[in-house]
T-cell receptor, first 119, second 114 residues
Framework: GAVVSQHPSRVICKSGTSVKIECRSL??????MFWYRQFPKKSLMLMAT?????????EQGVEKDKFLINHASLTLSTLTVTSAHPEDSSFYIC???????????????FGPGTRLTVL | GESVGLHLPTLSVQEGDNSIINCAYS??????FIWYKQESGKGPQFIID?????DKRQGQRVTVLLNKTVKHLSLQIAATQPGDSAVYFC?????????????FGAGTRLAVHP
């Protein structure tokens, strides 16, 4: 149980194009989904937190107009990298969690990640 | 600002030995801590967690120790196997924010040699 998928697993795009990454919770309804970015040999950096039906909360330094997040249902969140540039090349990972009680200290289930390469 | 860091970036061990991976955290208000394993090109995989009202928790071949006095977390892996080779991250759940937000440490690469 608690499986999270991401699509696509890899994407290569030209500079200036937009790329959409999907994150799905396959066997549970996710109250909250998170998007992380990870550079090679580095840690995961939280980009934003999204709850179904509401606007995402972005971390300091993350451009919300650059990284559009939509959380339309309890099983799907999307991250769109708009007007992508080579510096946006990274490993993007989503996670999903369920609010067991009062939204505190709940486990996050991670997706397999999406490798984005911008040429 | 808040941060979670690791003492050792790389740890090399012999197969069969025990491994200890350390982590220091700075937010004394954090109440939940998790260790994740990440293999190359994959997402993090949950290993074990511990809440702040405990100082030790054991799983299968793994033990997490929490020392709140010095804000230190460790992961012990018994009888390390080649399949344990990966990058290990500690993460903390600070009380601020209202969501179960996680702050990840820098990571330690564990290399297991036959």
């Amino acid at each position: 149980g608690a499986v999270v998928s991401q699509h696509p697993s890899r994407v290569i795009c030209k500079s200036g194009t937009s790329v959409k990454i999907e994150c799905r919770s396959l066997d549970f309804q996710a109250t909250t989904m998170f998007w992380y970015r990870q550079f090679p040999k580095k840690s995961l950096m939280l980009m934003a937190t999204s709850n179904e039906g509401s606007k995402a909360t972005y971390e300091q330094g993350v451009e919300k107009d650059k990284f559009l997040i939509n959380h339309a249902s309890l099983t799907l969140s999307t991250l769109t990298v708009t007007s992508a540039h080579p510096e946006d090349s990274s490993f993007y990972i989503c996670s999903a969690s369920v609010a067991w009680a009062a939204g505190r200290s709940n486990e996050q289930f991670f997706g397999p990640g999406t490798r984005l390469t911008v040429l | 600002g808040e941060s979670v860091g690791l003492h050792l970036p790389t740890l090399s061990v012999q197969e069969g030995d025990n491994s200890i991976i350390n982590c220091a955290y700075s937010n004394s208000a954090s109440d939940y801590f998790i260790w994740y394993k990440q293999e190359s090109g994959k997402g993090p995989q949950f290993i074990i967690d511990i809440r702040s009202n405990m100082d030790k928790r054991q799983g299968q071949r793994v033990t997490v120790l929490l020392n709140k006095t010095v804000k230190h977390l460790s992961l012990q892996i018994a009888a390390t196997q080649p399949g344990d080779s990966a990058v290990y991250f500690c993460a903390e759940n600070p009380l601020s924010g209202g969501y179960n937000k996680l702050i990840f440490g820098a990571g330690t690469r564990l290399a297991v040699h036959p």
